[in-house]
């Protein structure tokens, strides 16, 4: 079934979640620590399904003691193998998230509660989705087993990085991606993982942006790591083309795409296109219509009327004209809010160059690889990001 309120995404099967090719030669290992308070049947309940899902490999493994935990990891060492790793609270196992390891790219660690980042030696780190995180866990895992994402780092805090995945044809069009979760904190750029290997795949450079979420780091925050990862695409040199970058968003990080490309705009600079799916393009009207519990003016740091000038500085719709090309994509079977919105901005958006698609789907379906919704906007950005000629 579908959840349609964008802060809680759907469990789904493997073309929407991961991407089957993506996956299709990985093996997962889930290493429990023993002490972690959750039932284990349903951990391997949860696991099993995923890796059917997927059509990987997969095996649930519980280590007696911290030692035998950190040989569990080893397993991540074997080409095309991925390692979800539960530490839970044993001071002795959590302590193997600190040191970098050679494979830290295919190992995910998971706590089922609401912790916060971890460096974890640079290896990715899921926490505060309960014991659903699994799910989630296991796809990164599949994911990072063959996709071999590049960190890199554009500030000193844990959420300050992107991940690179680059195309064998360079220099490469860049497509920035910035992920959804309603501004929450739980929620994380692997989110974005299917539609990155998507897009190199299609020769894109895709540059899956993390950043500090408001609801622990104010909007201020946000705002700026987001501006600062547009930023450090200079750092990528001759593998990417600096002038073909398309600023990319799903849902609050539409958004968050759309914010940034219109600063960028007016400061004379920025993005050859803004694309928002399902993007929260009116927040004045989120924060009236209390979307997801007050989500907004917990971003934001207040409501409309409190801050009316912060909703002016960071509402798409209030920020109209934008200045620059924008695609607004939208799925017919979405919230009825976010429809609304979406219709009612492409309206608005009079003097922006803007082409709006509307098609079957769910909040989800913008950022599956296997929909048609998603095949349409894709071919649209490769039209929009061709080189002259």
């Keep these: 079934m579908t959840d349609p309120t964008p802060d809680r995404p759907r469990v789904a099967g493997a073309a929407e979640a991961a991407g089957v090719a993506a996956t299709a030669r990985a093996a997962v290992t889930v ?9 284990r049947e349903l951990l391997a309940e949860l696991a099993g399904r995923e890796f059917a899902a997927l059509g990987v490999a997969g095996r649930l493994v519980e280590p007696p003691d911290a030692a035998s935990f950190a040989t569990a990891l080893d397993a991540a060492a074997e080409p095309g193998h991925g390692v979800v790793a539960l530490p839970g609270a044993d001071p002795e196992v959590r302590a193997l998230m600190e040191p970098p390891r050679p494979y830290r790219e295919r190992l995910v660690w998971l706590d089922l509660a609401r912790t916060g980042p971890h460096p974890a030696g640079g290896a990715l780190h899921l926490y505060g989705r309960g014991v659903n995180g699994l799910t989630w866990a296991v796809r990164a895992a599949a994911h990072r087993a063959t996709c071999r994402p590049r960190r ?39 989110l974005m993982d299917a539609l990155a290997a998507d897009l190199a795949a299609r020769g894109f450079a895709a540059w899956n942006v993390e950043y500090r979420r408001p609801d622990r780091h104010g909007w201020d925050a946000t705002v700026s790591d987001v501006a600062a990862a547009y930023a450090a695409l200079r750092t990528l040199g001759a593998d990417v083309d600096q002038d073909r970058v398309a600023v990319i968003g799903h849902s609050a990080g539409g958004q968050l795409a759309l914010r940034l490309a219109a600063d960028l705009w007016a400061a004379g600079r920025g993005p050859a296109l803004a694309v928002s799916l399902a993007g929260l393009v009116d927040l004045v009207e989120c924060d009236r219509r209390d979307l997801s519990g007050g989500a907004t003016a917990l ?32 799925g017919a079977g979405d919230d009825p809010d976010l429809v609304d919105f979406n219709r009612r901005y492409v ?43």
Excluded: K
């Design 152 to 190: 890199v780092t554009y500030g000193p805090h844990p959420d300050q990085y992107a991940e690179l995945l680059l195309p064998d044809a360079r220099p490469a069009p860049v497509a920035m991606l910035l992920h959804g979760g309603f501004y929450r904190t739980r929620w994380a750029a692997d």
């Design 299 to 330: 971003a934001l740091g207040g409501s409309c009327t409190e801050i009316p000038e912060v909703y002016a500085a960071s509402s798409p719709l209030a920020r109209l004209p934008l200045g620059g090309p924008q695609l607004v994509v939208q």
């Design 347 to 389: 309206r608005a958006a009079t003097g922006d160059p803007v082409t709006y698609l509307e098609a079957p789907g769910d909040h989800f379906s913008v950022i599956d690889p296997a929909a048609p919704i998603w095949a349409e906007t894709a071919a649209r950005v490769e039209e929009a990001l061709r080189p002259a000629g």
């Design 31 to 39: 290493v429990v620590a023993g002490g972690l308070a959750a039932d």
